[in-house]
């Protein structure tokens, strides 16, 4: 599984930025989708995660800091996971990844904490988001 983040960029507090994630590689099954973020000397952080099955209803999870704030979704046609972040606050600056745990895996209420980290096994390269 390959994944390619883009959309990343600079934006004023207040303002909305999208990030896209690229997901190619055995896309016939299904995947925990989800973004982290890290800034230097701190740890990697969850944002959003979602489940790219074929319910009609996705299950997703958020992190604290963005909960009403930021909004995940998946395309499987398009085979892309898109991170809507809206009201972007300063401490939203960092570097954002785009992570894929399965094949064949769900998301699950832990998968944005640190033990949750562990169950990814394809990151993308990052895109920097800088709020001022």
């Known amino acids: 599984v390959q994944l390619v983040e883009s959309g990343g960029g600079s934006g004023q507090a207040g303002e909305s930025l999208t990030l896209s994630c690229s997901v190619s590689?055995?896309?016939?099954?299904?995947?925990?989708m989800a973004w982290f973020r890290q800034t230097p000397g701190k740890e990697r952080e969850g944002v959003a995660a979602?489940?790219?099955?074929?319910?009609?209803?996705?299950?997703?999870y958020y992190g604290d800091s963005v909960k009403g704030r930021f909004s995940i979704s998946h395309d499987n046609f398009r085979n892309t996971v898109t991170l809507q972040m809206n009201n972007l606050r300063p401490d939203d600056t960092a570097s954002y990844y785009c992570a894929a745990a399965g094949p064949s895996r769900a998301c699950y209420s832990g998968s944005l904490t640190k033990e949750g980290t562990e169950t990814f096994g394809y990151w993308g390269q990052g895109t920097q988001v800088t709020v001022s």
């Open positions: 590689g055995h896309t016939y099954a299904y995947y925990c």
């Open positions: 979602i489940s790219t099955t074929s319910s009609a209803v996705d299950t997703v």
